[in-house]
C-alpha cells in the first residue's frame, strides 16, 4: 500500500509518501510558511529528485494541493496518478479521553479532535486544518488519524491524576495526557525485536530527547507513566520549555514582572529551558560547542537538563519495579554522546553502565552500555511516520474485513 503521512503545523506541512509493504519512503518533503509570500517547498524523491519551489501559498488547501502536484509531476513525480495513493495518515497532537488509538475519520472525529483544541490551541487547529484539506482534495480516499497521546492512554489514574480538586478533571478534563505517544510506541516495539524479547516481557524506559522532550514509563508494551502531561510543558527541562517548576511561581512573576497569566505561559514555554538559563540558546550543537569554550552557564544548561532525564529513568525503574532497557531517540537522543553520558553518570547501580567508546558510534540501531550489563542502553532513530503509515493500513485492512 502506498500511505500519505501529513504532519501539519499552523504554517507548515511535512510529509512522506511510504510504501507500507517495503517499509520505504517514496517521497517525502516540507512545506513551509503557510500564508506568507515566503512559502517554499523542499520535495526530495526516492529517485534522489530534489526540487525547492518558492512561490506564494495561502492555505493548508493550497499546500496540499502543491504537494500532490510534485508527487505525480512529469519530470519528478514518483507517482502516475493520484489513485496510487490508498490512504491518508495524519498526526493528530491531541485526542484527549476519547481516543486510546487511531481511527478512520468522518464527521463525529473531526468534532471530537475539534474539542481537544482547548489542550492543544497551537496544534490540533493546524491538524485539522490538514485534515479537512486533504480530505476535499481527496475525498474518496481513507483518511486516518494517529494521535499523540493514544499510546498515553494506558497509564492509569494515580499516575494521571494531579494533586487537585477532582471536580476539575471531571469538569476540564485536567489530567496528564502525555505526548509523542507514537515515538515511544515505535522505539519501544523496535528495541523488543533488537533484543530478541517480546515487548510483553520488557519494562522499558524511553527518552524522547529533541526540542521536545518527553520520558516514558512503557511496561510491557503499555505506557504506565510520562514527563509530559496536560500540555507539552510539563516535566523535563526542554530546548525553551521550563519542564516542572512550582506552580507557585506563576503568581510570583505575574506580580514581580507585570505580567498576566497568559504572557507567563508563553515566556514558560519560549523563552525558558535551556535557552532560558544558559541565556545563549535552544539547540545543544550551540551549547556543546560554547561550554567546550568555557561557558559555564551552557555546561550548567546542559547538566540541568541531564540531571532531570536522569532522575525520570530512576523514578521509572521503581514505577515498573525493574528495569531491562533504556533507550534514547529524535534529536538529541540519537546524536549527543556527550547528553547521552551525563544522563547514564549514574545509571551504574542500577545495572546500566554506559561503554564510552559504544556511545561515540553514530548511526543506526545500536547498544552502547557495556557488554554483560543486565540493563541495556540503546539508541534507536525513531520514525514517527512509519507508526502513522502502519497505523492508516492496519486501521484500512479493517473496514475492509467488516
Ligand atoms: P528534534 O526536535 O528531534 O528534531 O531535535 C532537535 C534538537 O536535537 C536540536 O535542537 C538539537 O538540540 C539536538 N541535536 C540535533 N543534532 C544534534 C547533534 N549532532 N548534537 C547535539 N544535539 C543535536
Known amino acids: ?16 509518501l511510504i510504501d507500507s509493504e517495503a517499509k520505504k519512503v517514496i517521497a517525502k518533503g516540507l512545506l513551509e510558511r503557510i500564508g506568507t509570500a515566503g512559502s517554499f517547498l523542499k520535495h526530495y524523491s526516492v529517485y534522489d529528485y530534489a526540487i525547492e519551489i518558492k512561490r506564494p501559498v495561502a492555505n493548508h488547501t493550497e499546500g496540499i494541493q502543491m504537494v500532490l502536484d510534485a508527487l505525480v509531476h512529469k519530470d519528478y513525480g ?37 474539542k481537544c483544541i482547548p489542550m492543544a490551541p497551537l496544534h490540533n487547529p493546524a491538524n485539522l486544518a490538514g485534515i479537512k484539506a486533504c480530505m476535499t482534495l481527496m475525498p474518496n480516499a481513507p483518511h486516518v488519524a494517529v494521535f499523540d497521546t493514544a499510546f498515553h492512554q494506558t497509564i492509569p489514574a494515580k499516575a494521571y491524576l494531579y494533586g487537585l480538586p477532582y471536580e476539575l478533571y471531571i469538569k476540564y478534563g485536567l489530567r496528564k495526557y ?5 515515538s515511544h510506541q515505535y522505539v519501544s516495539g523496535t528495541a523488543a525485536k533488537y533484543l530478541g524479547k517480546e515487548l510483553a516481557e520488557l519494562r522499558l524506559v524511553t527518552c524522547h530527547l529533541g526540542n521536545g522532550a518527553s520520558v516514558a514509563a512503557v511496561k510491557h508494551g503499555k505506557s504506565i507513566d510520562t514527563s509530559m502531561g496536560f500540555t507539552p510543558l510539563e516535566g523535563l527541562v526542554m530546548g525553551t520549555r521550563c519542564g516542572e517548576v512550582d506552580p507557585a511561581i506563576i503568581p510570583f512573576l505575574m506580580d514581580k514582572e507585570d505580567m498576566t497569566g497568559k504572557q507567563v505561559y508563553q515566556y514558560l514555554n519560549n523563552k525558558s529551558g535551556v535557552l532560558g538559563i544558559s541565556g545563549l540558546s535552544s539547540d545543544f550543537r550551540d551549547l556543546e560547542k560554547a561550554s567546550g569554550n568555557g561557558d559555564e552557564r551552557a555546561s550548567l544548561a546542559m547538566d540541568i537538563f541531564a540531571y532531570r532525564v536522569s532522575k ?12 531491562d532497557a533504556v533507550i534514547f531517540t529524535a534529536g538529541l537522543g540519537e546524536n549527543s554522546p556527550v547528553i547521552r553520558e551525563k544522563i547514564c553518570e549514574n ?30 542502553l540503546l539508541v534507536i532513530p525513531t520514525n514517527e511516520e512509519l507508526v502513522i503509515a502502519e497505523e492508516t493500513e492496519r486501521i484500512c485492512q479493517n473496514i475492509v474485513f467488516l
Open 312 to 323: 525520570y529513568i530512576g523514578a521509572y525503574a521503581v514505577a515498573m519495579g525493574g528495569l
Open 347 to 376: 545509571l551504574g547501580f542500577m545495572g546500566a553502565s554506559l561503554d564510552k567508546e559504544k556511545n561515540a558510534v553514530r548511526d543506526g540501531i545500536r547498544e552502547i552500555s557495556k557488554d554483560g550489563c543486565p540493563v541495556k
Open 78 to 114: 514518483v507517482i502516475k496518478d493520484l489513485s496510487e495513493i490508498t490512504a491518508f495518515g495524519h498526526r493528530v497532537v491531541h485526542g484527549g479521553e476519547k481516543f486510546h488509538e487511531s481511527v478512520l475519520i468522518n464527521e463525529q472525529v473531526i468534532e471530537d479532535i475539534k
Open 178 to 182: 502525555g505526548f509523542h505517544g507514537i
Open 1 to 16: 500500500m502506498k500511505i500519505f503521512v501529513l504532519n501539519c503545523g499552523s504554517s507548515s506541512i511535512k510529509y512522506q
